[in-house]
């Protein structure tokens, strides 16, 4: 941090900065790293933190889980509990590694999504973007620069020394869980030069993780920046963002940001600035909860992004490695037919007519989520969403479409194969749209709303 003479922030020429100055940078920066610190919240649950309930285990190894998402499962809002996840958190400071993905058979869905630090959805391996053949797949960090070695499928280069690669695959059923299980079993993460048989370069240094917040401390805690200052470490400035990372520097974010270090002028700037990032956000959220703005354009590349930050953050907030609309949509449920907010008081129904189910490659489902927390909602008959394969079972409407009951409470045996179950109090419900066609990309497909009984 460039400081004044007396030890507060000063711009590139030493001038101090004031008060609204801090407040604006801090806002700003607070925006952009969002995304960068909670995605070391969810990484530091699962890779660092052993006593944690969500731990999976060591970095640079497949952990799979045979079972779909519950209400237990809180470390990631909005989760999907539609394809049991594996997850691979990689670190790429010492070599590439070698992703191994298995043939699978053509009917089934499966994807690999490889999210670097800033939470860009940078490549997919999987049934829409490469098939079900199968392959051997180079994830390299941006200190590689090697050619494709023999052997491998495709090498696949991340901005970032730490990436996130999250694997989906479809579950047709509680009796396909055995299925599901020796697929994911054969996923699998090596070294570059294990897979040359080749000697291991020195290994990176060991890495001193700093506790993560919680998401409650996230919100206006300023240790908020240290963290920010710590993953900035592991993603090195884009060609793009050399001023933006200077604006932040000048109050310390990137240059060893400490919060004992602070005037308590500078540290009420610098936490009126989180307040407006927040304030930034839900204007957002009001454009998200209208419509006006849809997920799909909050989640992708950062070609596709294109230095929209606040949109980053807004992903980041409403559902943390959503991917990108070309592999799944999320229409966000979240007002019924006359724009009210929804809420377990109330019983609502969702009828999709004949001919107008979501139109998918892959499927599709509807998922229920308690608000303001935004993870799945516990109930008598462990049903946490309403999706395609579970067609068989729903009742049909006369016109042959499907009606969904979304209450709180059992809509009476003849209804409750129909039944999704809500929480007494306020709560959103996704779609999800896996490989979704070009009716629903191109808009031709609109979702139905949410009515009132």
């Not at 990484?43 to 006593?51: A, L, R």
């Not at 070609?303 to 990108?324: F, K, Q, T, W």
């Not at 629903?440 to 009132?452: C, E, I, Q, S």
Request: charged content about 20%; glycine content about 8%; proline content about 9%.
């Amino acid at each position: 941090m460039t400081s004044g003479s007396d030890g507060s922030p000063a711009g590139p020429a030493g001038e101090p900065l004031s008060f609204e100055q801090v407040r604006a940078i801090a806002k700003e920066a607070y925006i952009y790293g969002f995304p960068m610190v909670d995605t070391y919240r969810v990484q530091y649950s699962y890779f660092v933190d052993t006593d944690n309930p969500e731990y999976k285990g060591a970095w640079n190894q497949v952990h799979s889980s045979a079972r779909v998402f519950t209400p237990a499962d809180t470390a990631i809002q909005t989760p999907n509990s539609d394809t049991p996840y594996s997850m691979l958190g990689a670190d790429l400071r010492a070599e590439p590694l070698v992703l191994s993905v298995p043939p699978i058979g053509q009917g089934r869905y499966y994807s690999l999504q490889f999210v670097d630090g800033y939470t860009y959805n940078f490549a997919y391996v999987g049934s829409r973007a490469t098939g079900n053949g199968g392959g051997n797949y180079l994830l390299a960090g941006p200190g590689w620069d090697g050619e494709k070695p023999a052997g491998i499928t495709d090498v696949i280069r991340s901005d970032t020394e730490i990436v996130l690669v999250i694997y989906r695959t479809q579950l047709f059923g509680p009796d396909d869980l055995d299925d599901v299980e020796t697929i994911q079993a054969e996923y699998t993460a090596q070294p570059l030069s294990a897979f040359m048989d080749q000697p291991a370069p020195a290994p990176a240094p060991a890495i001193d993780f700093p506790r993560a917040l919680s998401p409650d401390e996230q919100k206006t805690s300023p240790t908020f920046f240290e963290l920010m200052d710590f993953v900035l470490r592991f993603t090195p400035t884009l060609a793009s963002e050399h001023d933006v990372r200077a604006r932040f520097a000048s109050i310390g974010i990137g240059a060893g940001f400490r919060v004992e270090a602070l005037t308590p002028e500078t540290r009420a700037a610098v936490e009126a600035g989180i307040a407006d990032a927040w304030a930034e956000f839900s204007t957002l959220k009001r454009q998200v909860d209208t419509g006006h703005v849809t997920a799909g354009q909050l989640f992708g590349t950062k070609e596709y992004l294109n230095g929209n930050y606040l949109y980053r953050m807004a992903a980041a907030v409403l559902g943390i490695y959503g991917n990108s609309e070309q592999e799944a949509m999320y229409p966000v449920l979240a007002t019924d037919a006359d724009g009210q907010s929804l809420a377990g008081s109330d019983d609502y129904t969702l009828t999709f007519p004949a001919g107008q189910l979501p139109p998918v490659d892959a499927f599709w489902s509807v998922t229920m989520y308690k608000m303001p927390e935004s993870l799945l909602v516990d109930n008598p008959i462990d049903r946490y969403l309403i999706n395609s394969p579970m067609l068989p079972d729903l009742v049909k409407d006369p016109d042959g479409g499907v009606t969904i009951y979304v209450q709180n409470s059992s809509p009476g045996a003849d209804k409750e194969a129909n039944w999704l179950p809500a929480p007494p109090g306020p709560f959103v419900a996704a779609l999800r749209l896996y490989w979704p066609t070009a009716e629903a990309l191109d808009g031709t497909w609109k979702p139905p709303k949410m009515v009132k009984a």
